[in-house]
């Protein structure tokens, strides 16, 4: 970790499959074009484990685990004019890594949003915010998805689905959302219109409480071959989007369904504006945001696991403490 200076903790792993530690590194150096941050809280997201995994591409070890925070700017670095010391901000740390006391986000770049932090949102609930909210955000526009439209969501009622819900609802659109057994009371809480539980294959119990096609569809749990069963839900002519990259786009256009393999960093939605939009929608009510747990930072080894394994329920944003706390 070379160009560092002053010490803070952070949670580090040194090569893939490790747990993940606690430990003092060297601060990130500020540098042109860069926001130095404290962090107050981070947001934990699948994409955290599968990075501990080795899942999540190519990265350059030791690394910092994490991407989504809330913080206050430090010091910005030449040529930084839109924050300022002293703001409340949040996005994705996906270089420096946000499971650390202080993170370094370059300023401008798409993969690395941020922007502040309206007064009326806690910092818990804008560190749960980007990852999730951006990537609903992201395929909702994909999909087109406005007034009228009917939406299928497959694997609703995780943080993602939630939002895809409820910002689809906001824009005029009747949404079927996908559950597994017992998920259903959170997904009708969120405004979903109907309502599948599976414990499996999906076609004909959506079929039974929705006999129609859907013009558009959000799935963010299936498979390959558990997508291409799906193919009859679509409408002709119809939208799909996934967002673990496991649609085979050229079958999906031999049966008139225009599939995309999204990556949510690579659309306008990951960009200061989408954070934007995601806050005021917060603000009106429109878009609500539960933080299940708080945990310090010292946990996030333990936290990672209990998502890996499907035992956490609910959206984890771990806590920042002081040094000292953080190394008890």
């Known amino acids: 970790m070379a160009g560092y200076t002053a010490p ?44 501990r995994e080795g899942e999540a591409g190519a990265r350059h070890f030791p690394l910092v685990l994490g991407q989504d925070f809330a913080g206050v700017v430090e010091r910005v670095g030449a040529g930084v004019s839109r924050v300022k010391a002293g ?34 949102i806690e910092d818990a609930v804008a560190a749960a915010l980007p990852t999730p909210g951006l990537t609903a955000l992201a395929a909702l526009d994909l999909l087109e998805v406005g007034s009228g439209t009917e939406i299928l969501i497959v ?11 409820q ?16 998920q259903a ?23 039974s409480v929705h006999p129609s096609p859907f013009g558009a569809m959000l799935d963010l749990v299936s498979s390959g071959d558990a997508l291409k069963k799906n193919v009859s839900l679509c409408a002709p002519g ?9 649609a085979d786009e050229a079958w999906f256009r031999r049966h008139d369904v225009d599939a995309v393999n999204m990556v949510m960093n690579q659309t306008s939605a990951s ?31 333990a936290v990672l ?6 035992k956490a329920h609910g959206k984890i944003v771990l806590r920042i403490e002081d040094g000292a706390a953080s190394a008890t």
């Not at 009747?174 to 017992?182: F, I, K, L, W």
């Not at 200061?272 to 878009?287: F, R, S």
């Open 271 to 301: 960009s200061p504006e989408g954070l934007d939009t995601l806050a005021k929608l917060v603000l009106a009510g429109k878009l609500r945001v539960r933080v299940a747990a708080e945990r310090p930072l010292r946990e996030a080894a």
């Open 238 to 246: 119809g939208k799909l989007v996934t967002t673990i990259h496991a």
């Open 185 to 207: 009371a959170e997904a009708r809480d969120l405004g979903a219109d109907e309502l599948v539980e599976v414990s499996g294959e999906i076609v004909e119990p959506v079929r």
């Open 8 to 51: 803070m903790h952070a949670i580090v792993i040194d090569k893939p499959k490790e747990a993940g530690s606690l430990r003092e590194i060297p601060e990130p150096a500020l540098g042109a074009g860069t926001v130095l941050v404290r962090t107050t809280f981070a947001g934990v997201n699948p994409v955290d484990w599968k990075t």
């Open 305 to 310: 696991d209990e998502v890996q394994a499907g």
């Open 87 to 120: 703001d409340r901000i949040f996005g994705c740390a996906r270089d420096h890594g946000s499971y650390s006391e202080k993170t370094l986000i370059p300023d401008g770049v798409q993969d690395s949003p941020f922007t502040r932090i309206p007064s009326g």
């Open 155 to 165: 694997g609703a009622a995780g943080a993602v689905g939630g939002a895809a819900i």
């Open 167 to 182: 910002i689809a609802r906001d824009r005029g659109a009747s949404v079927t959302a996908v559950v597994r057994s017992g």
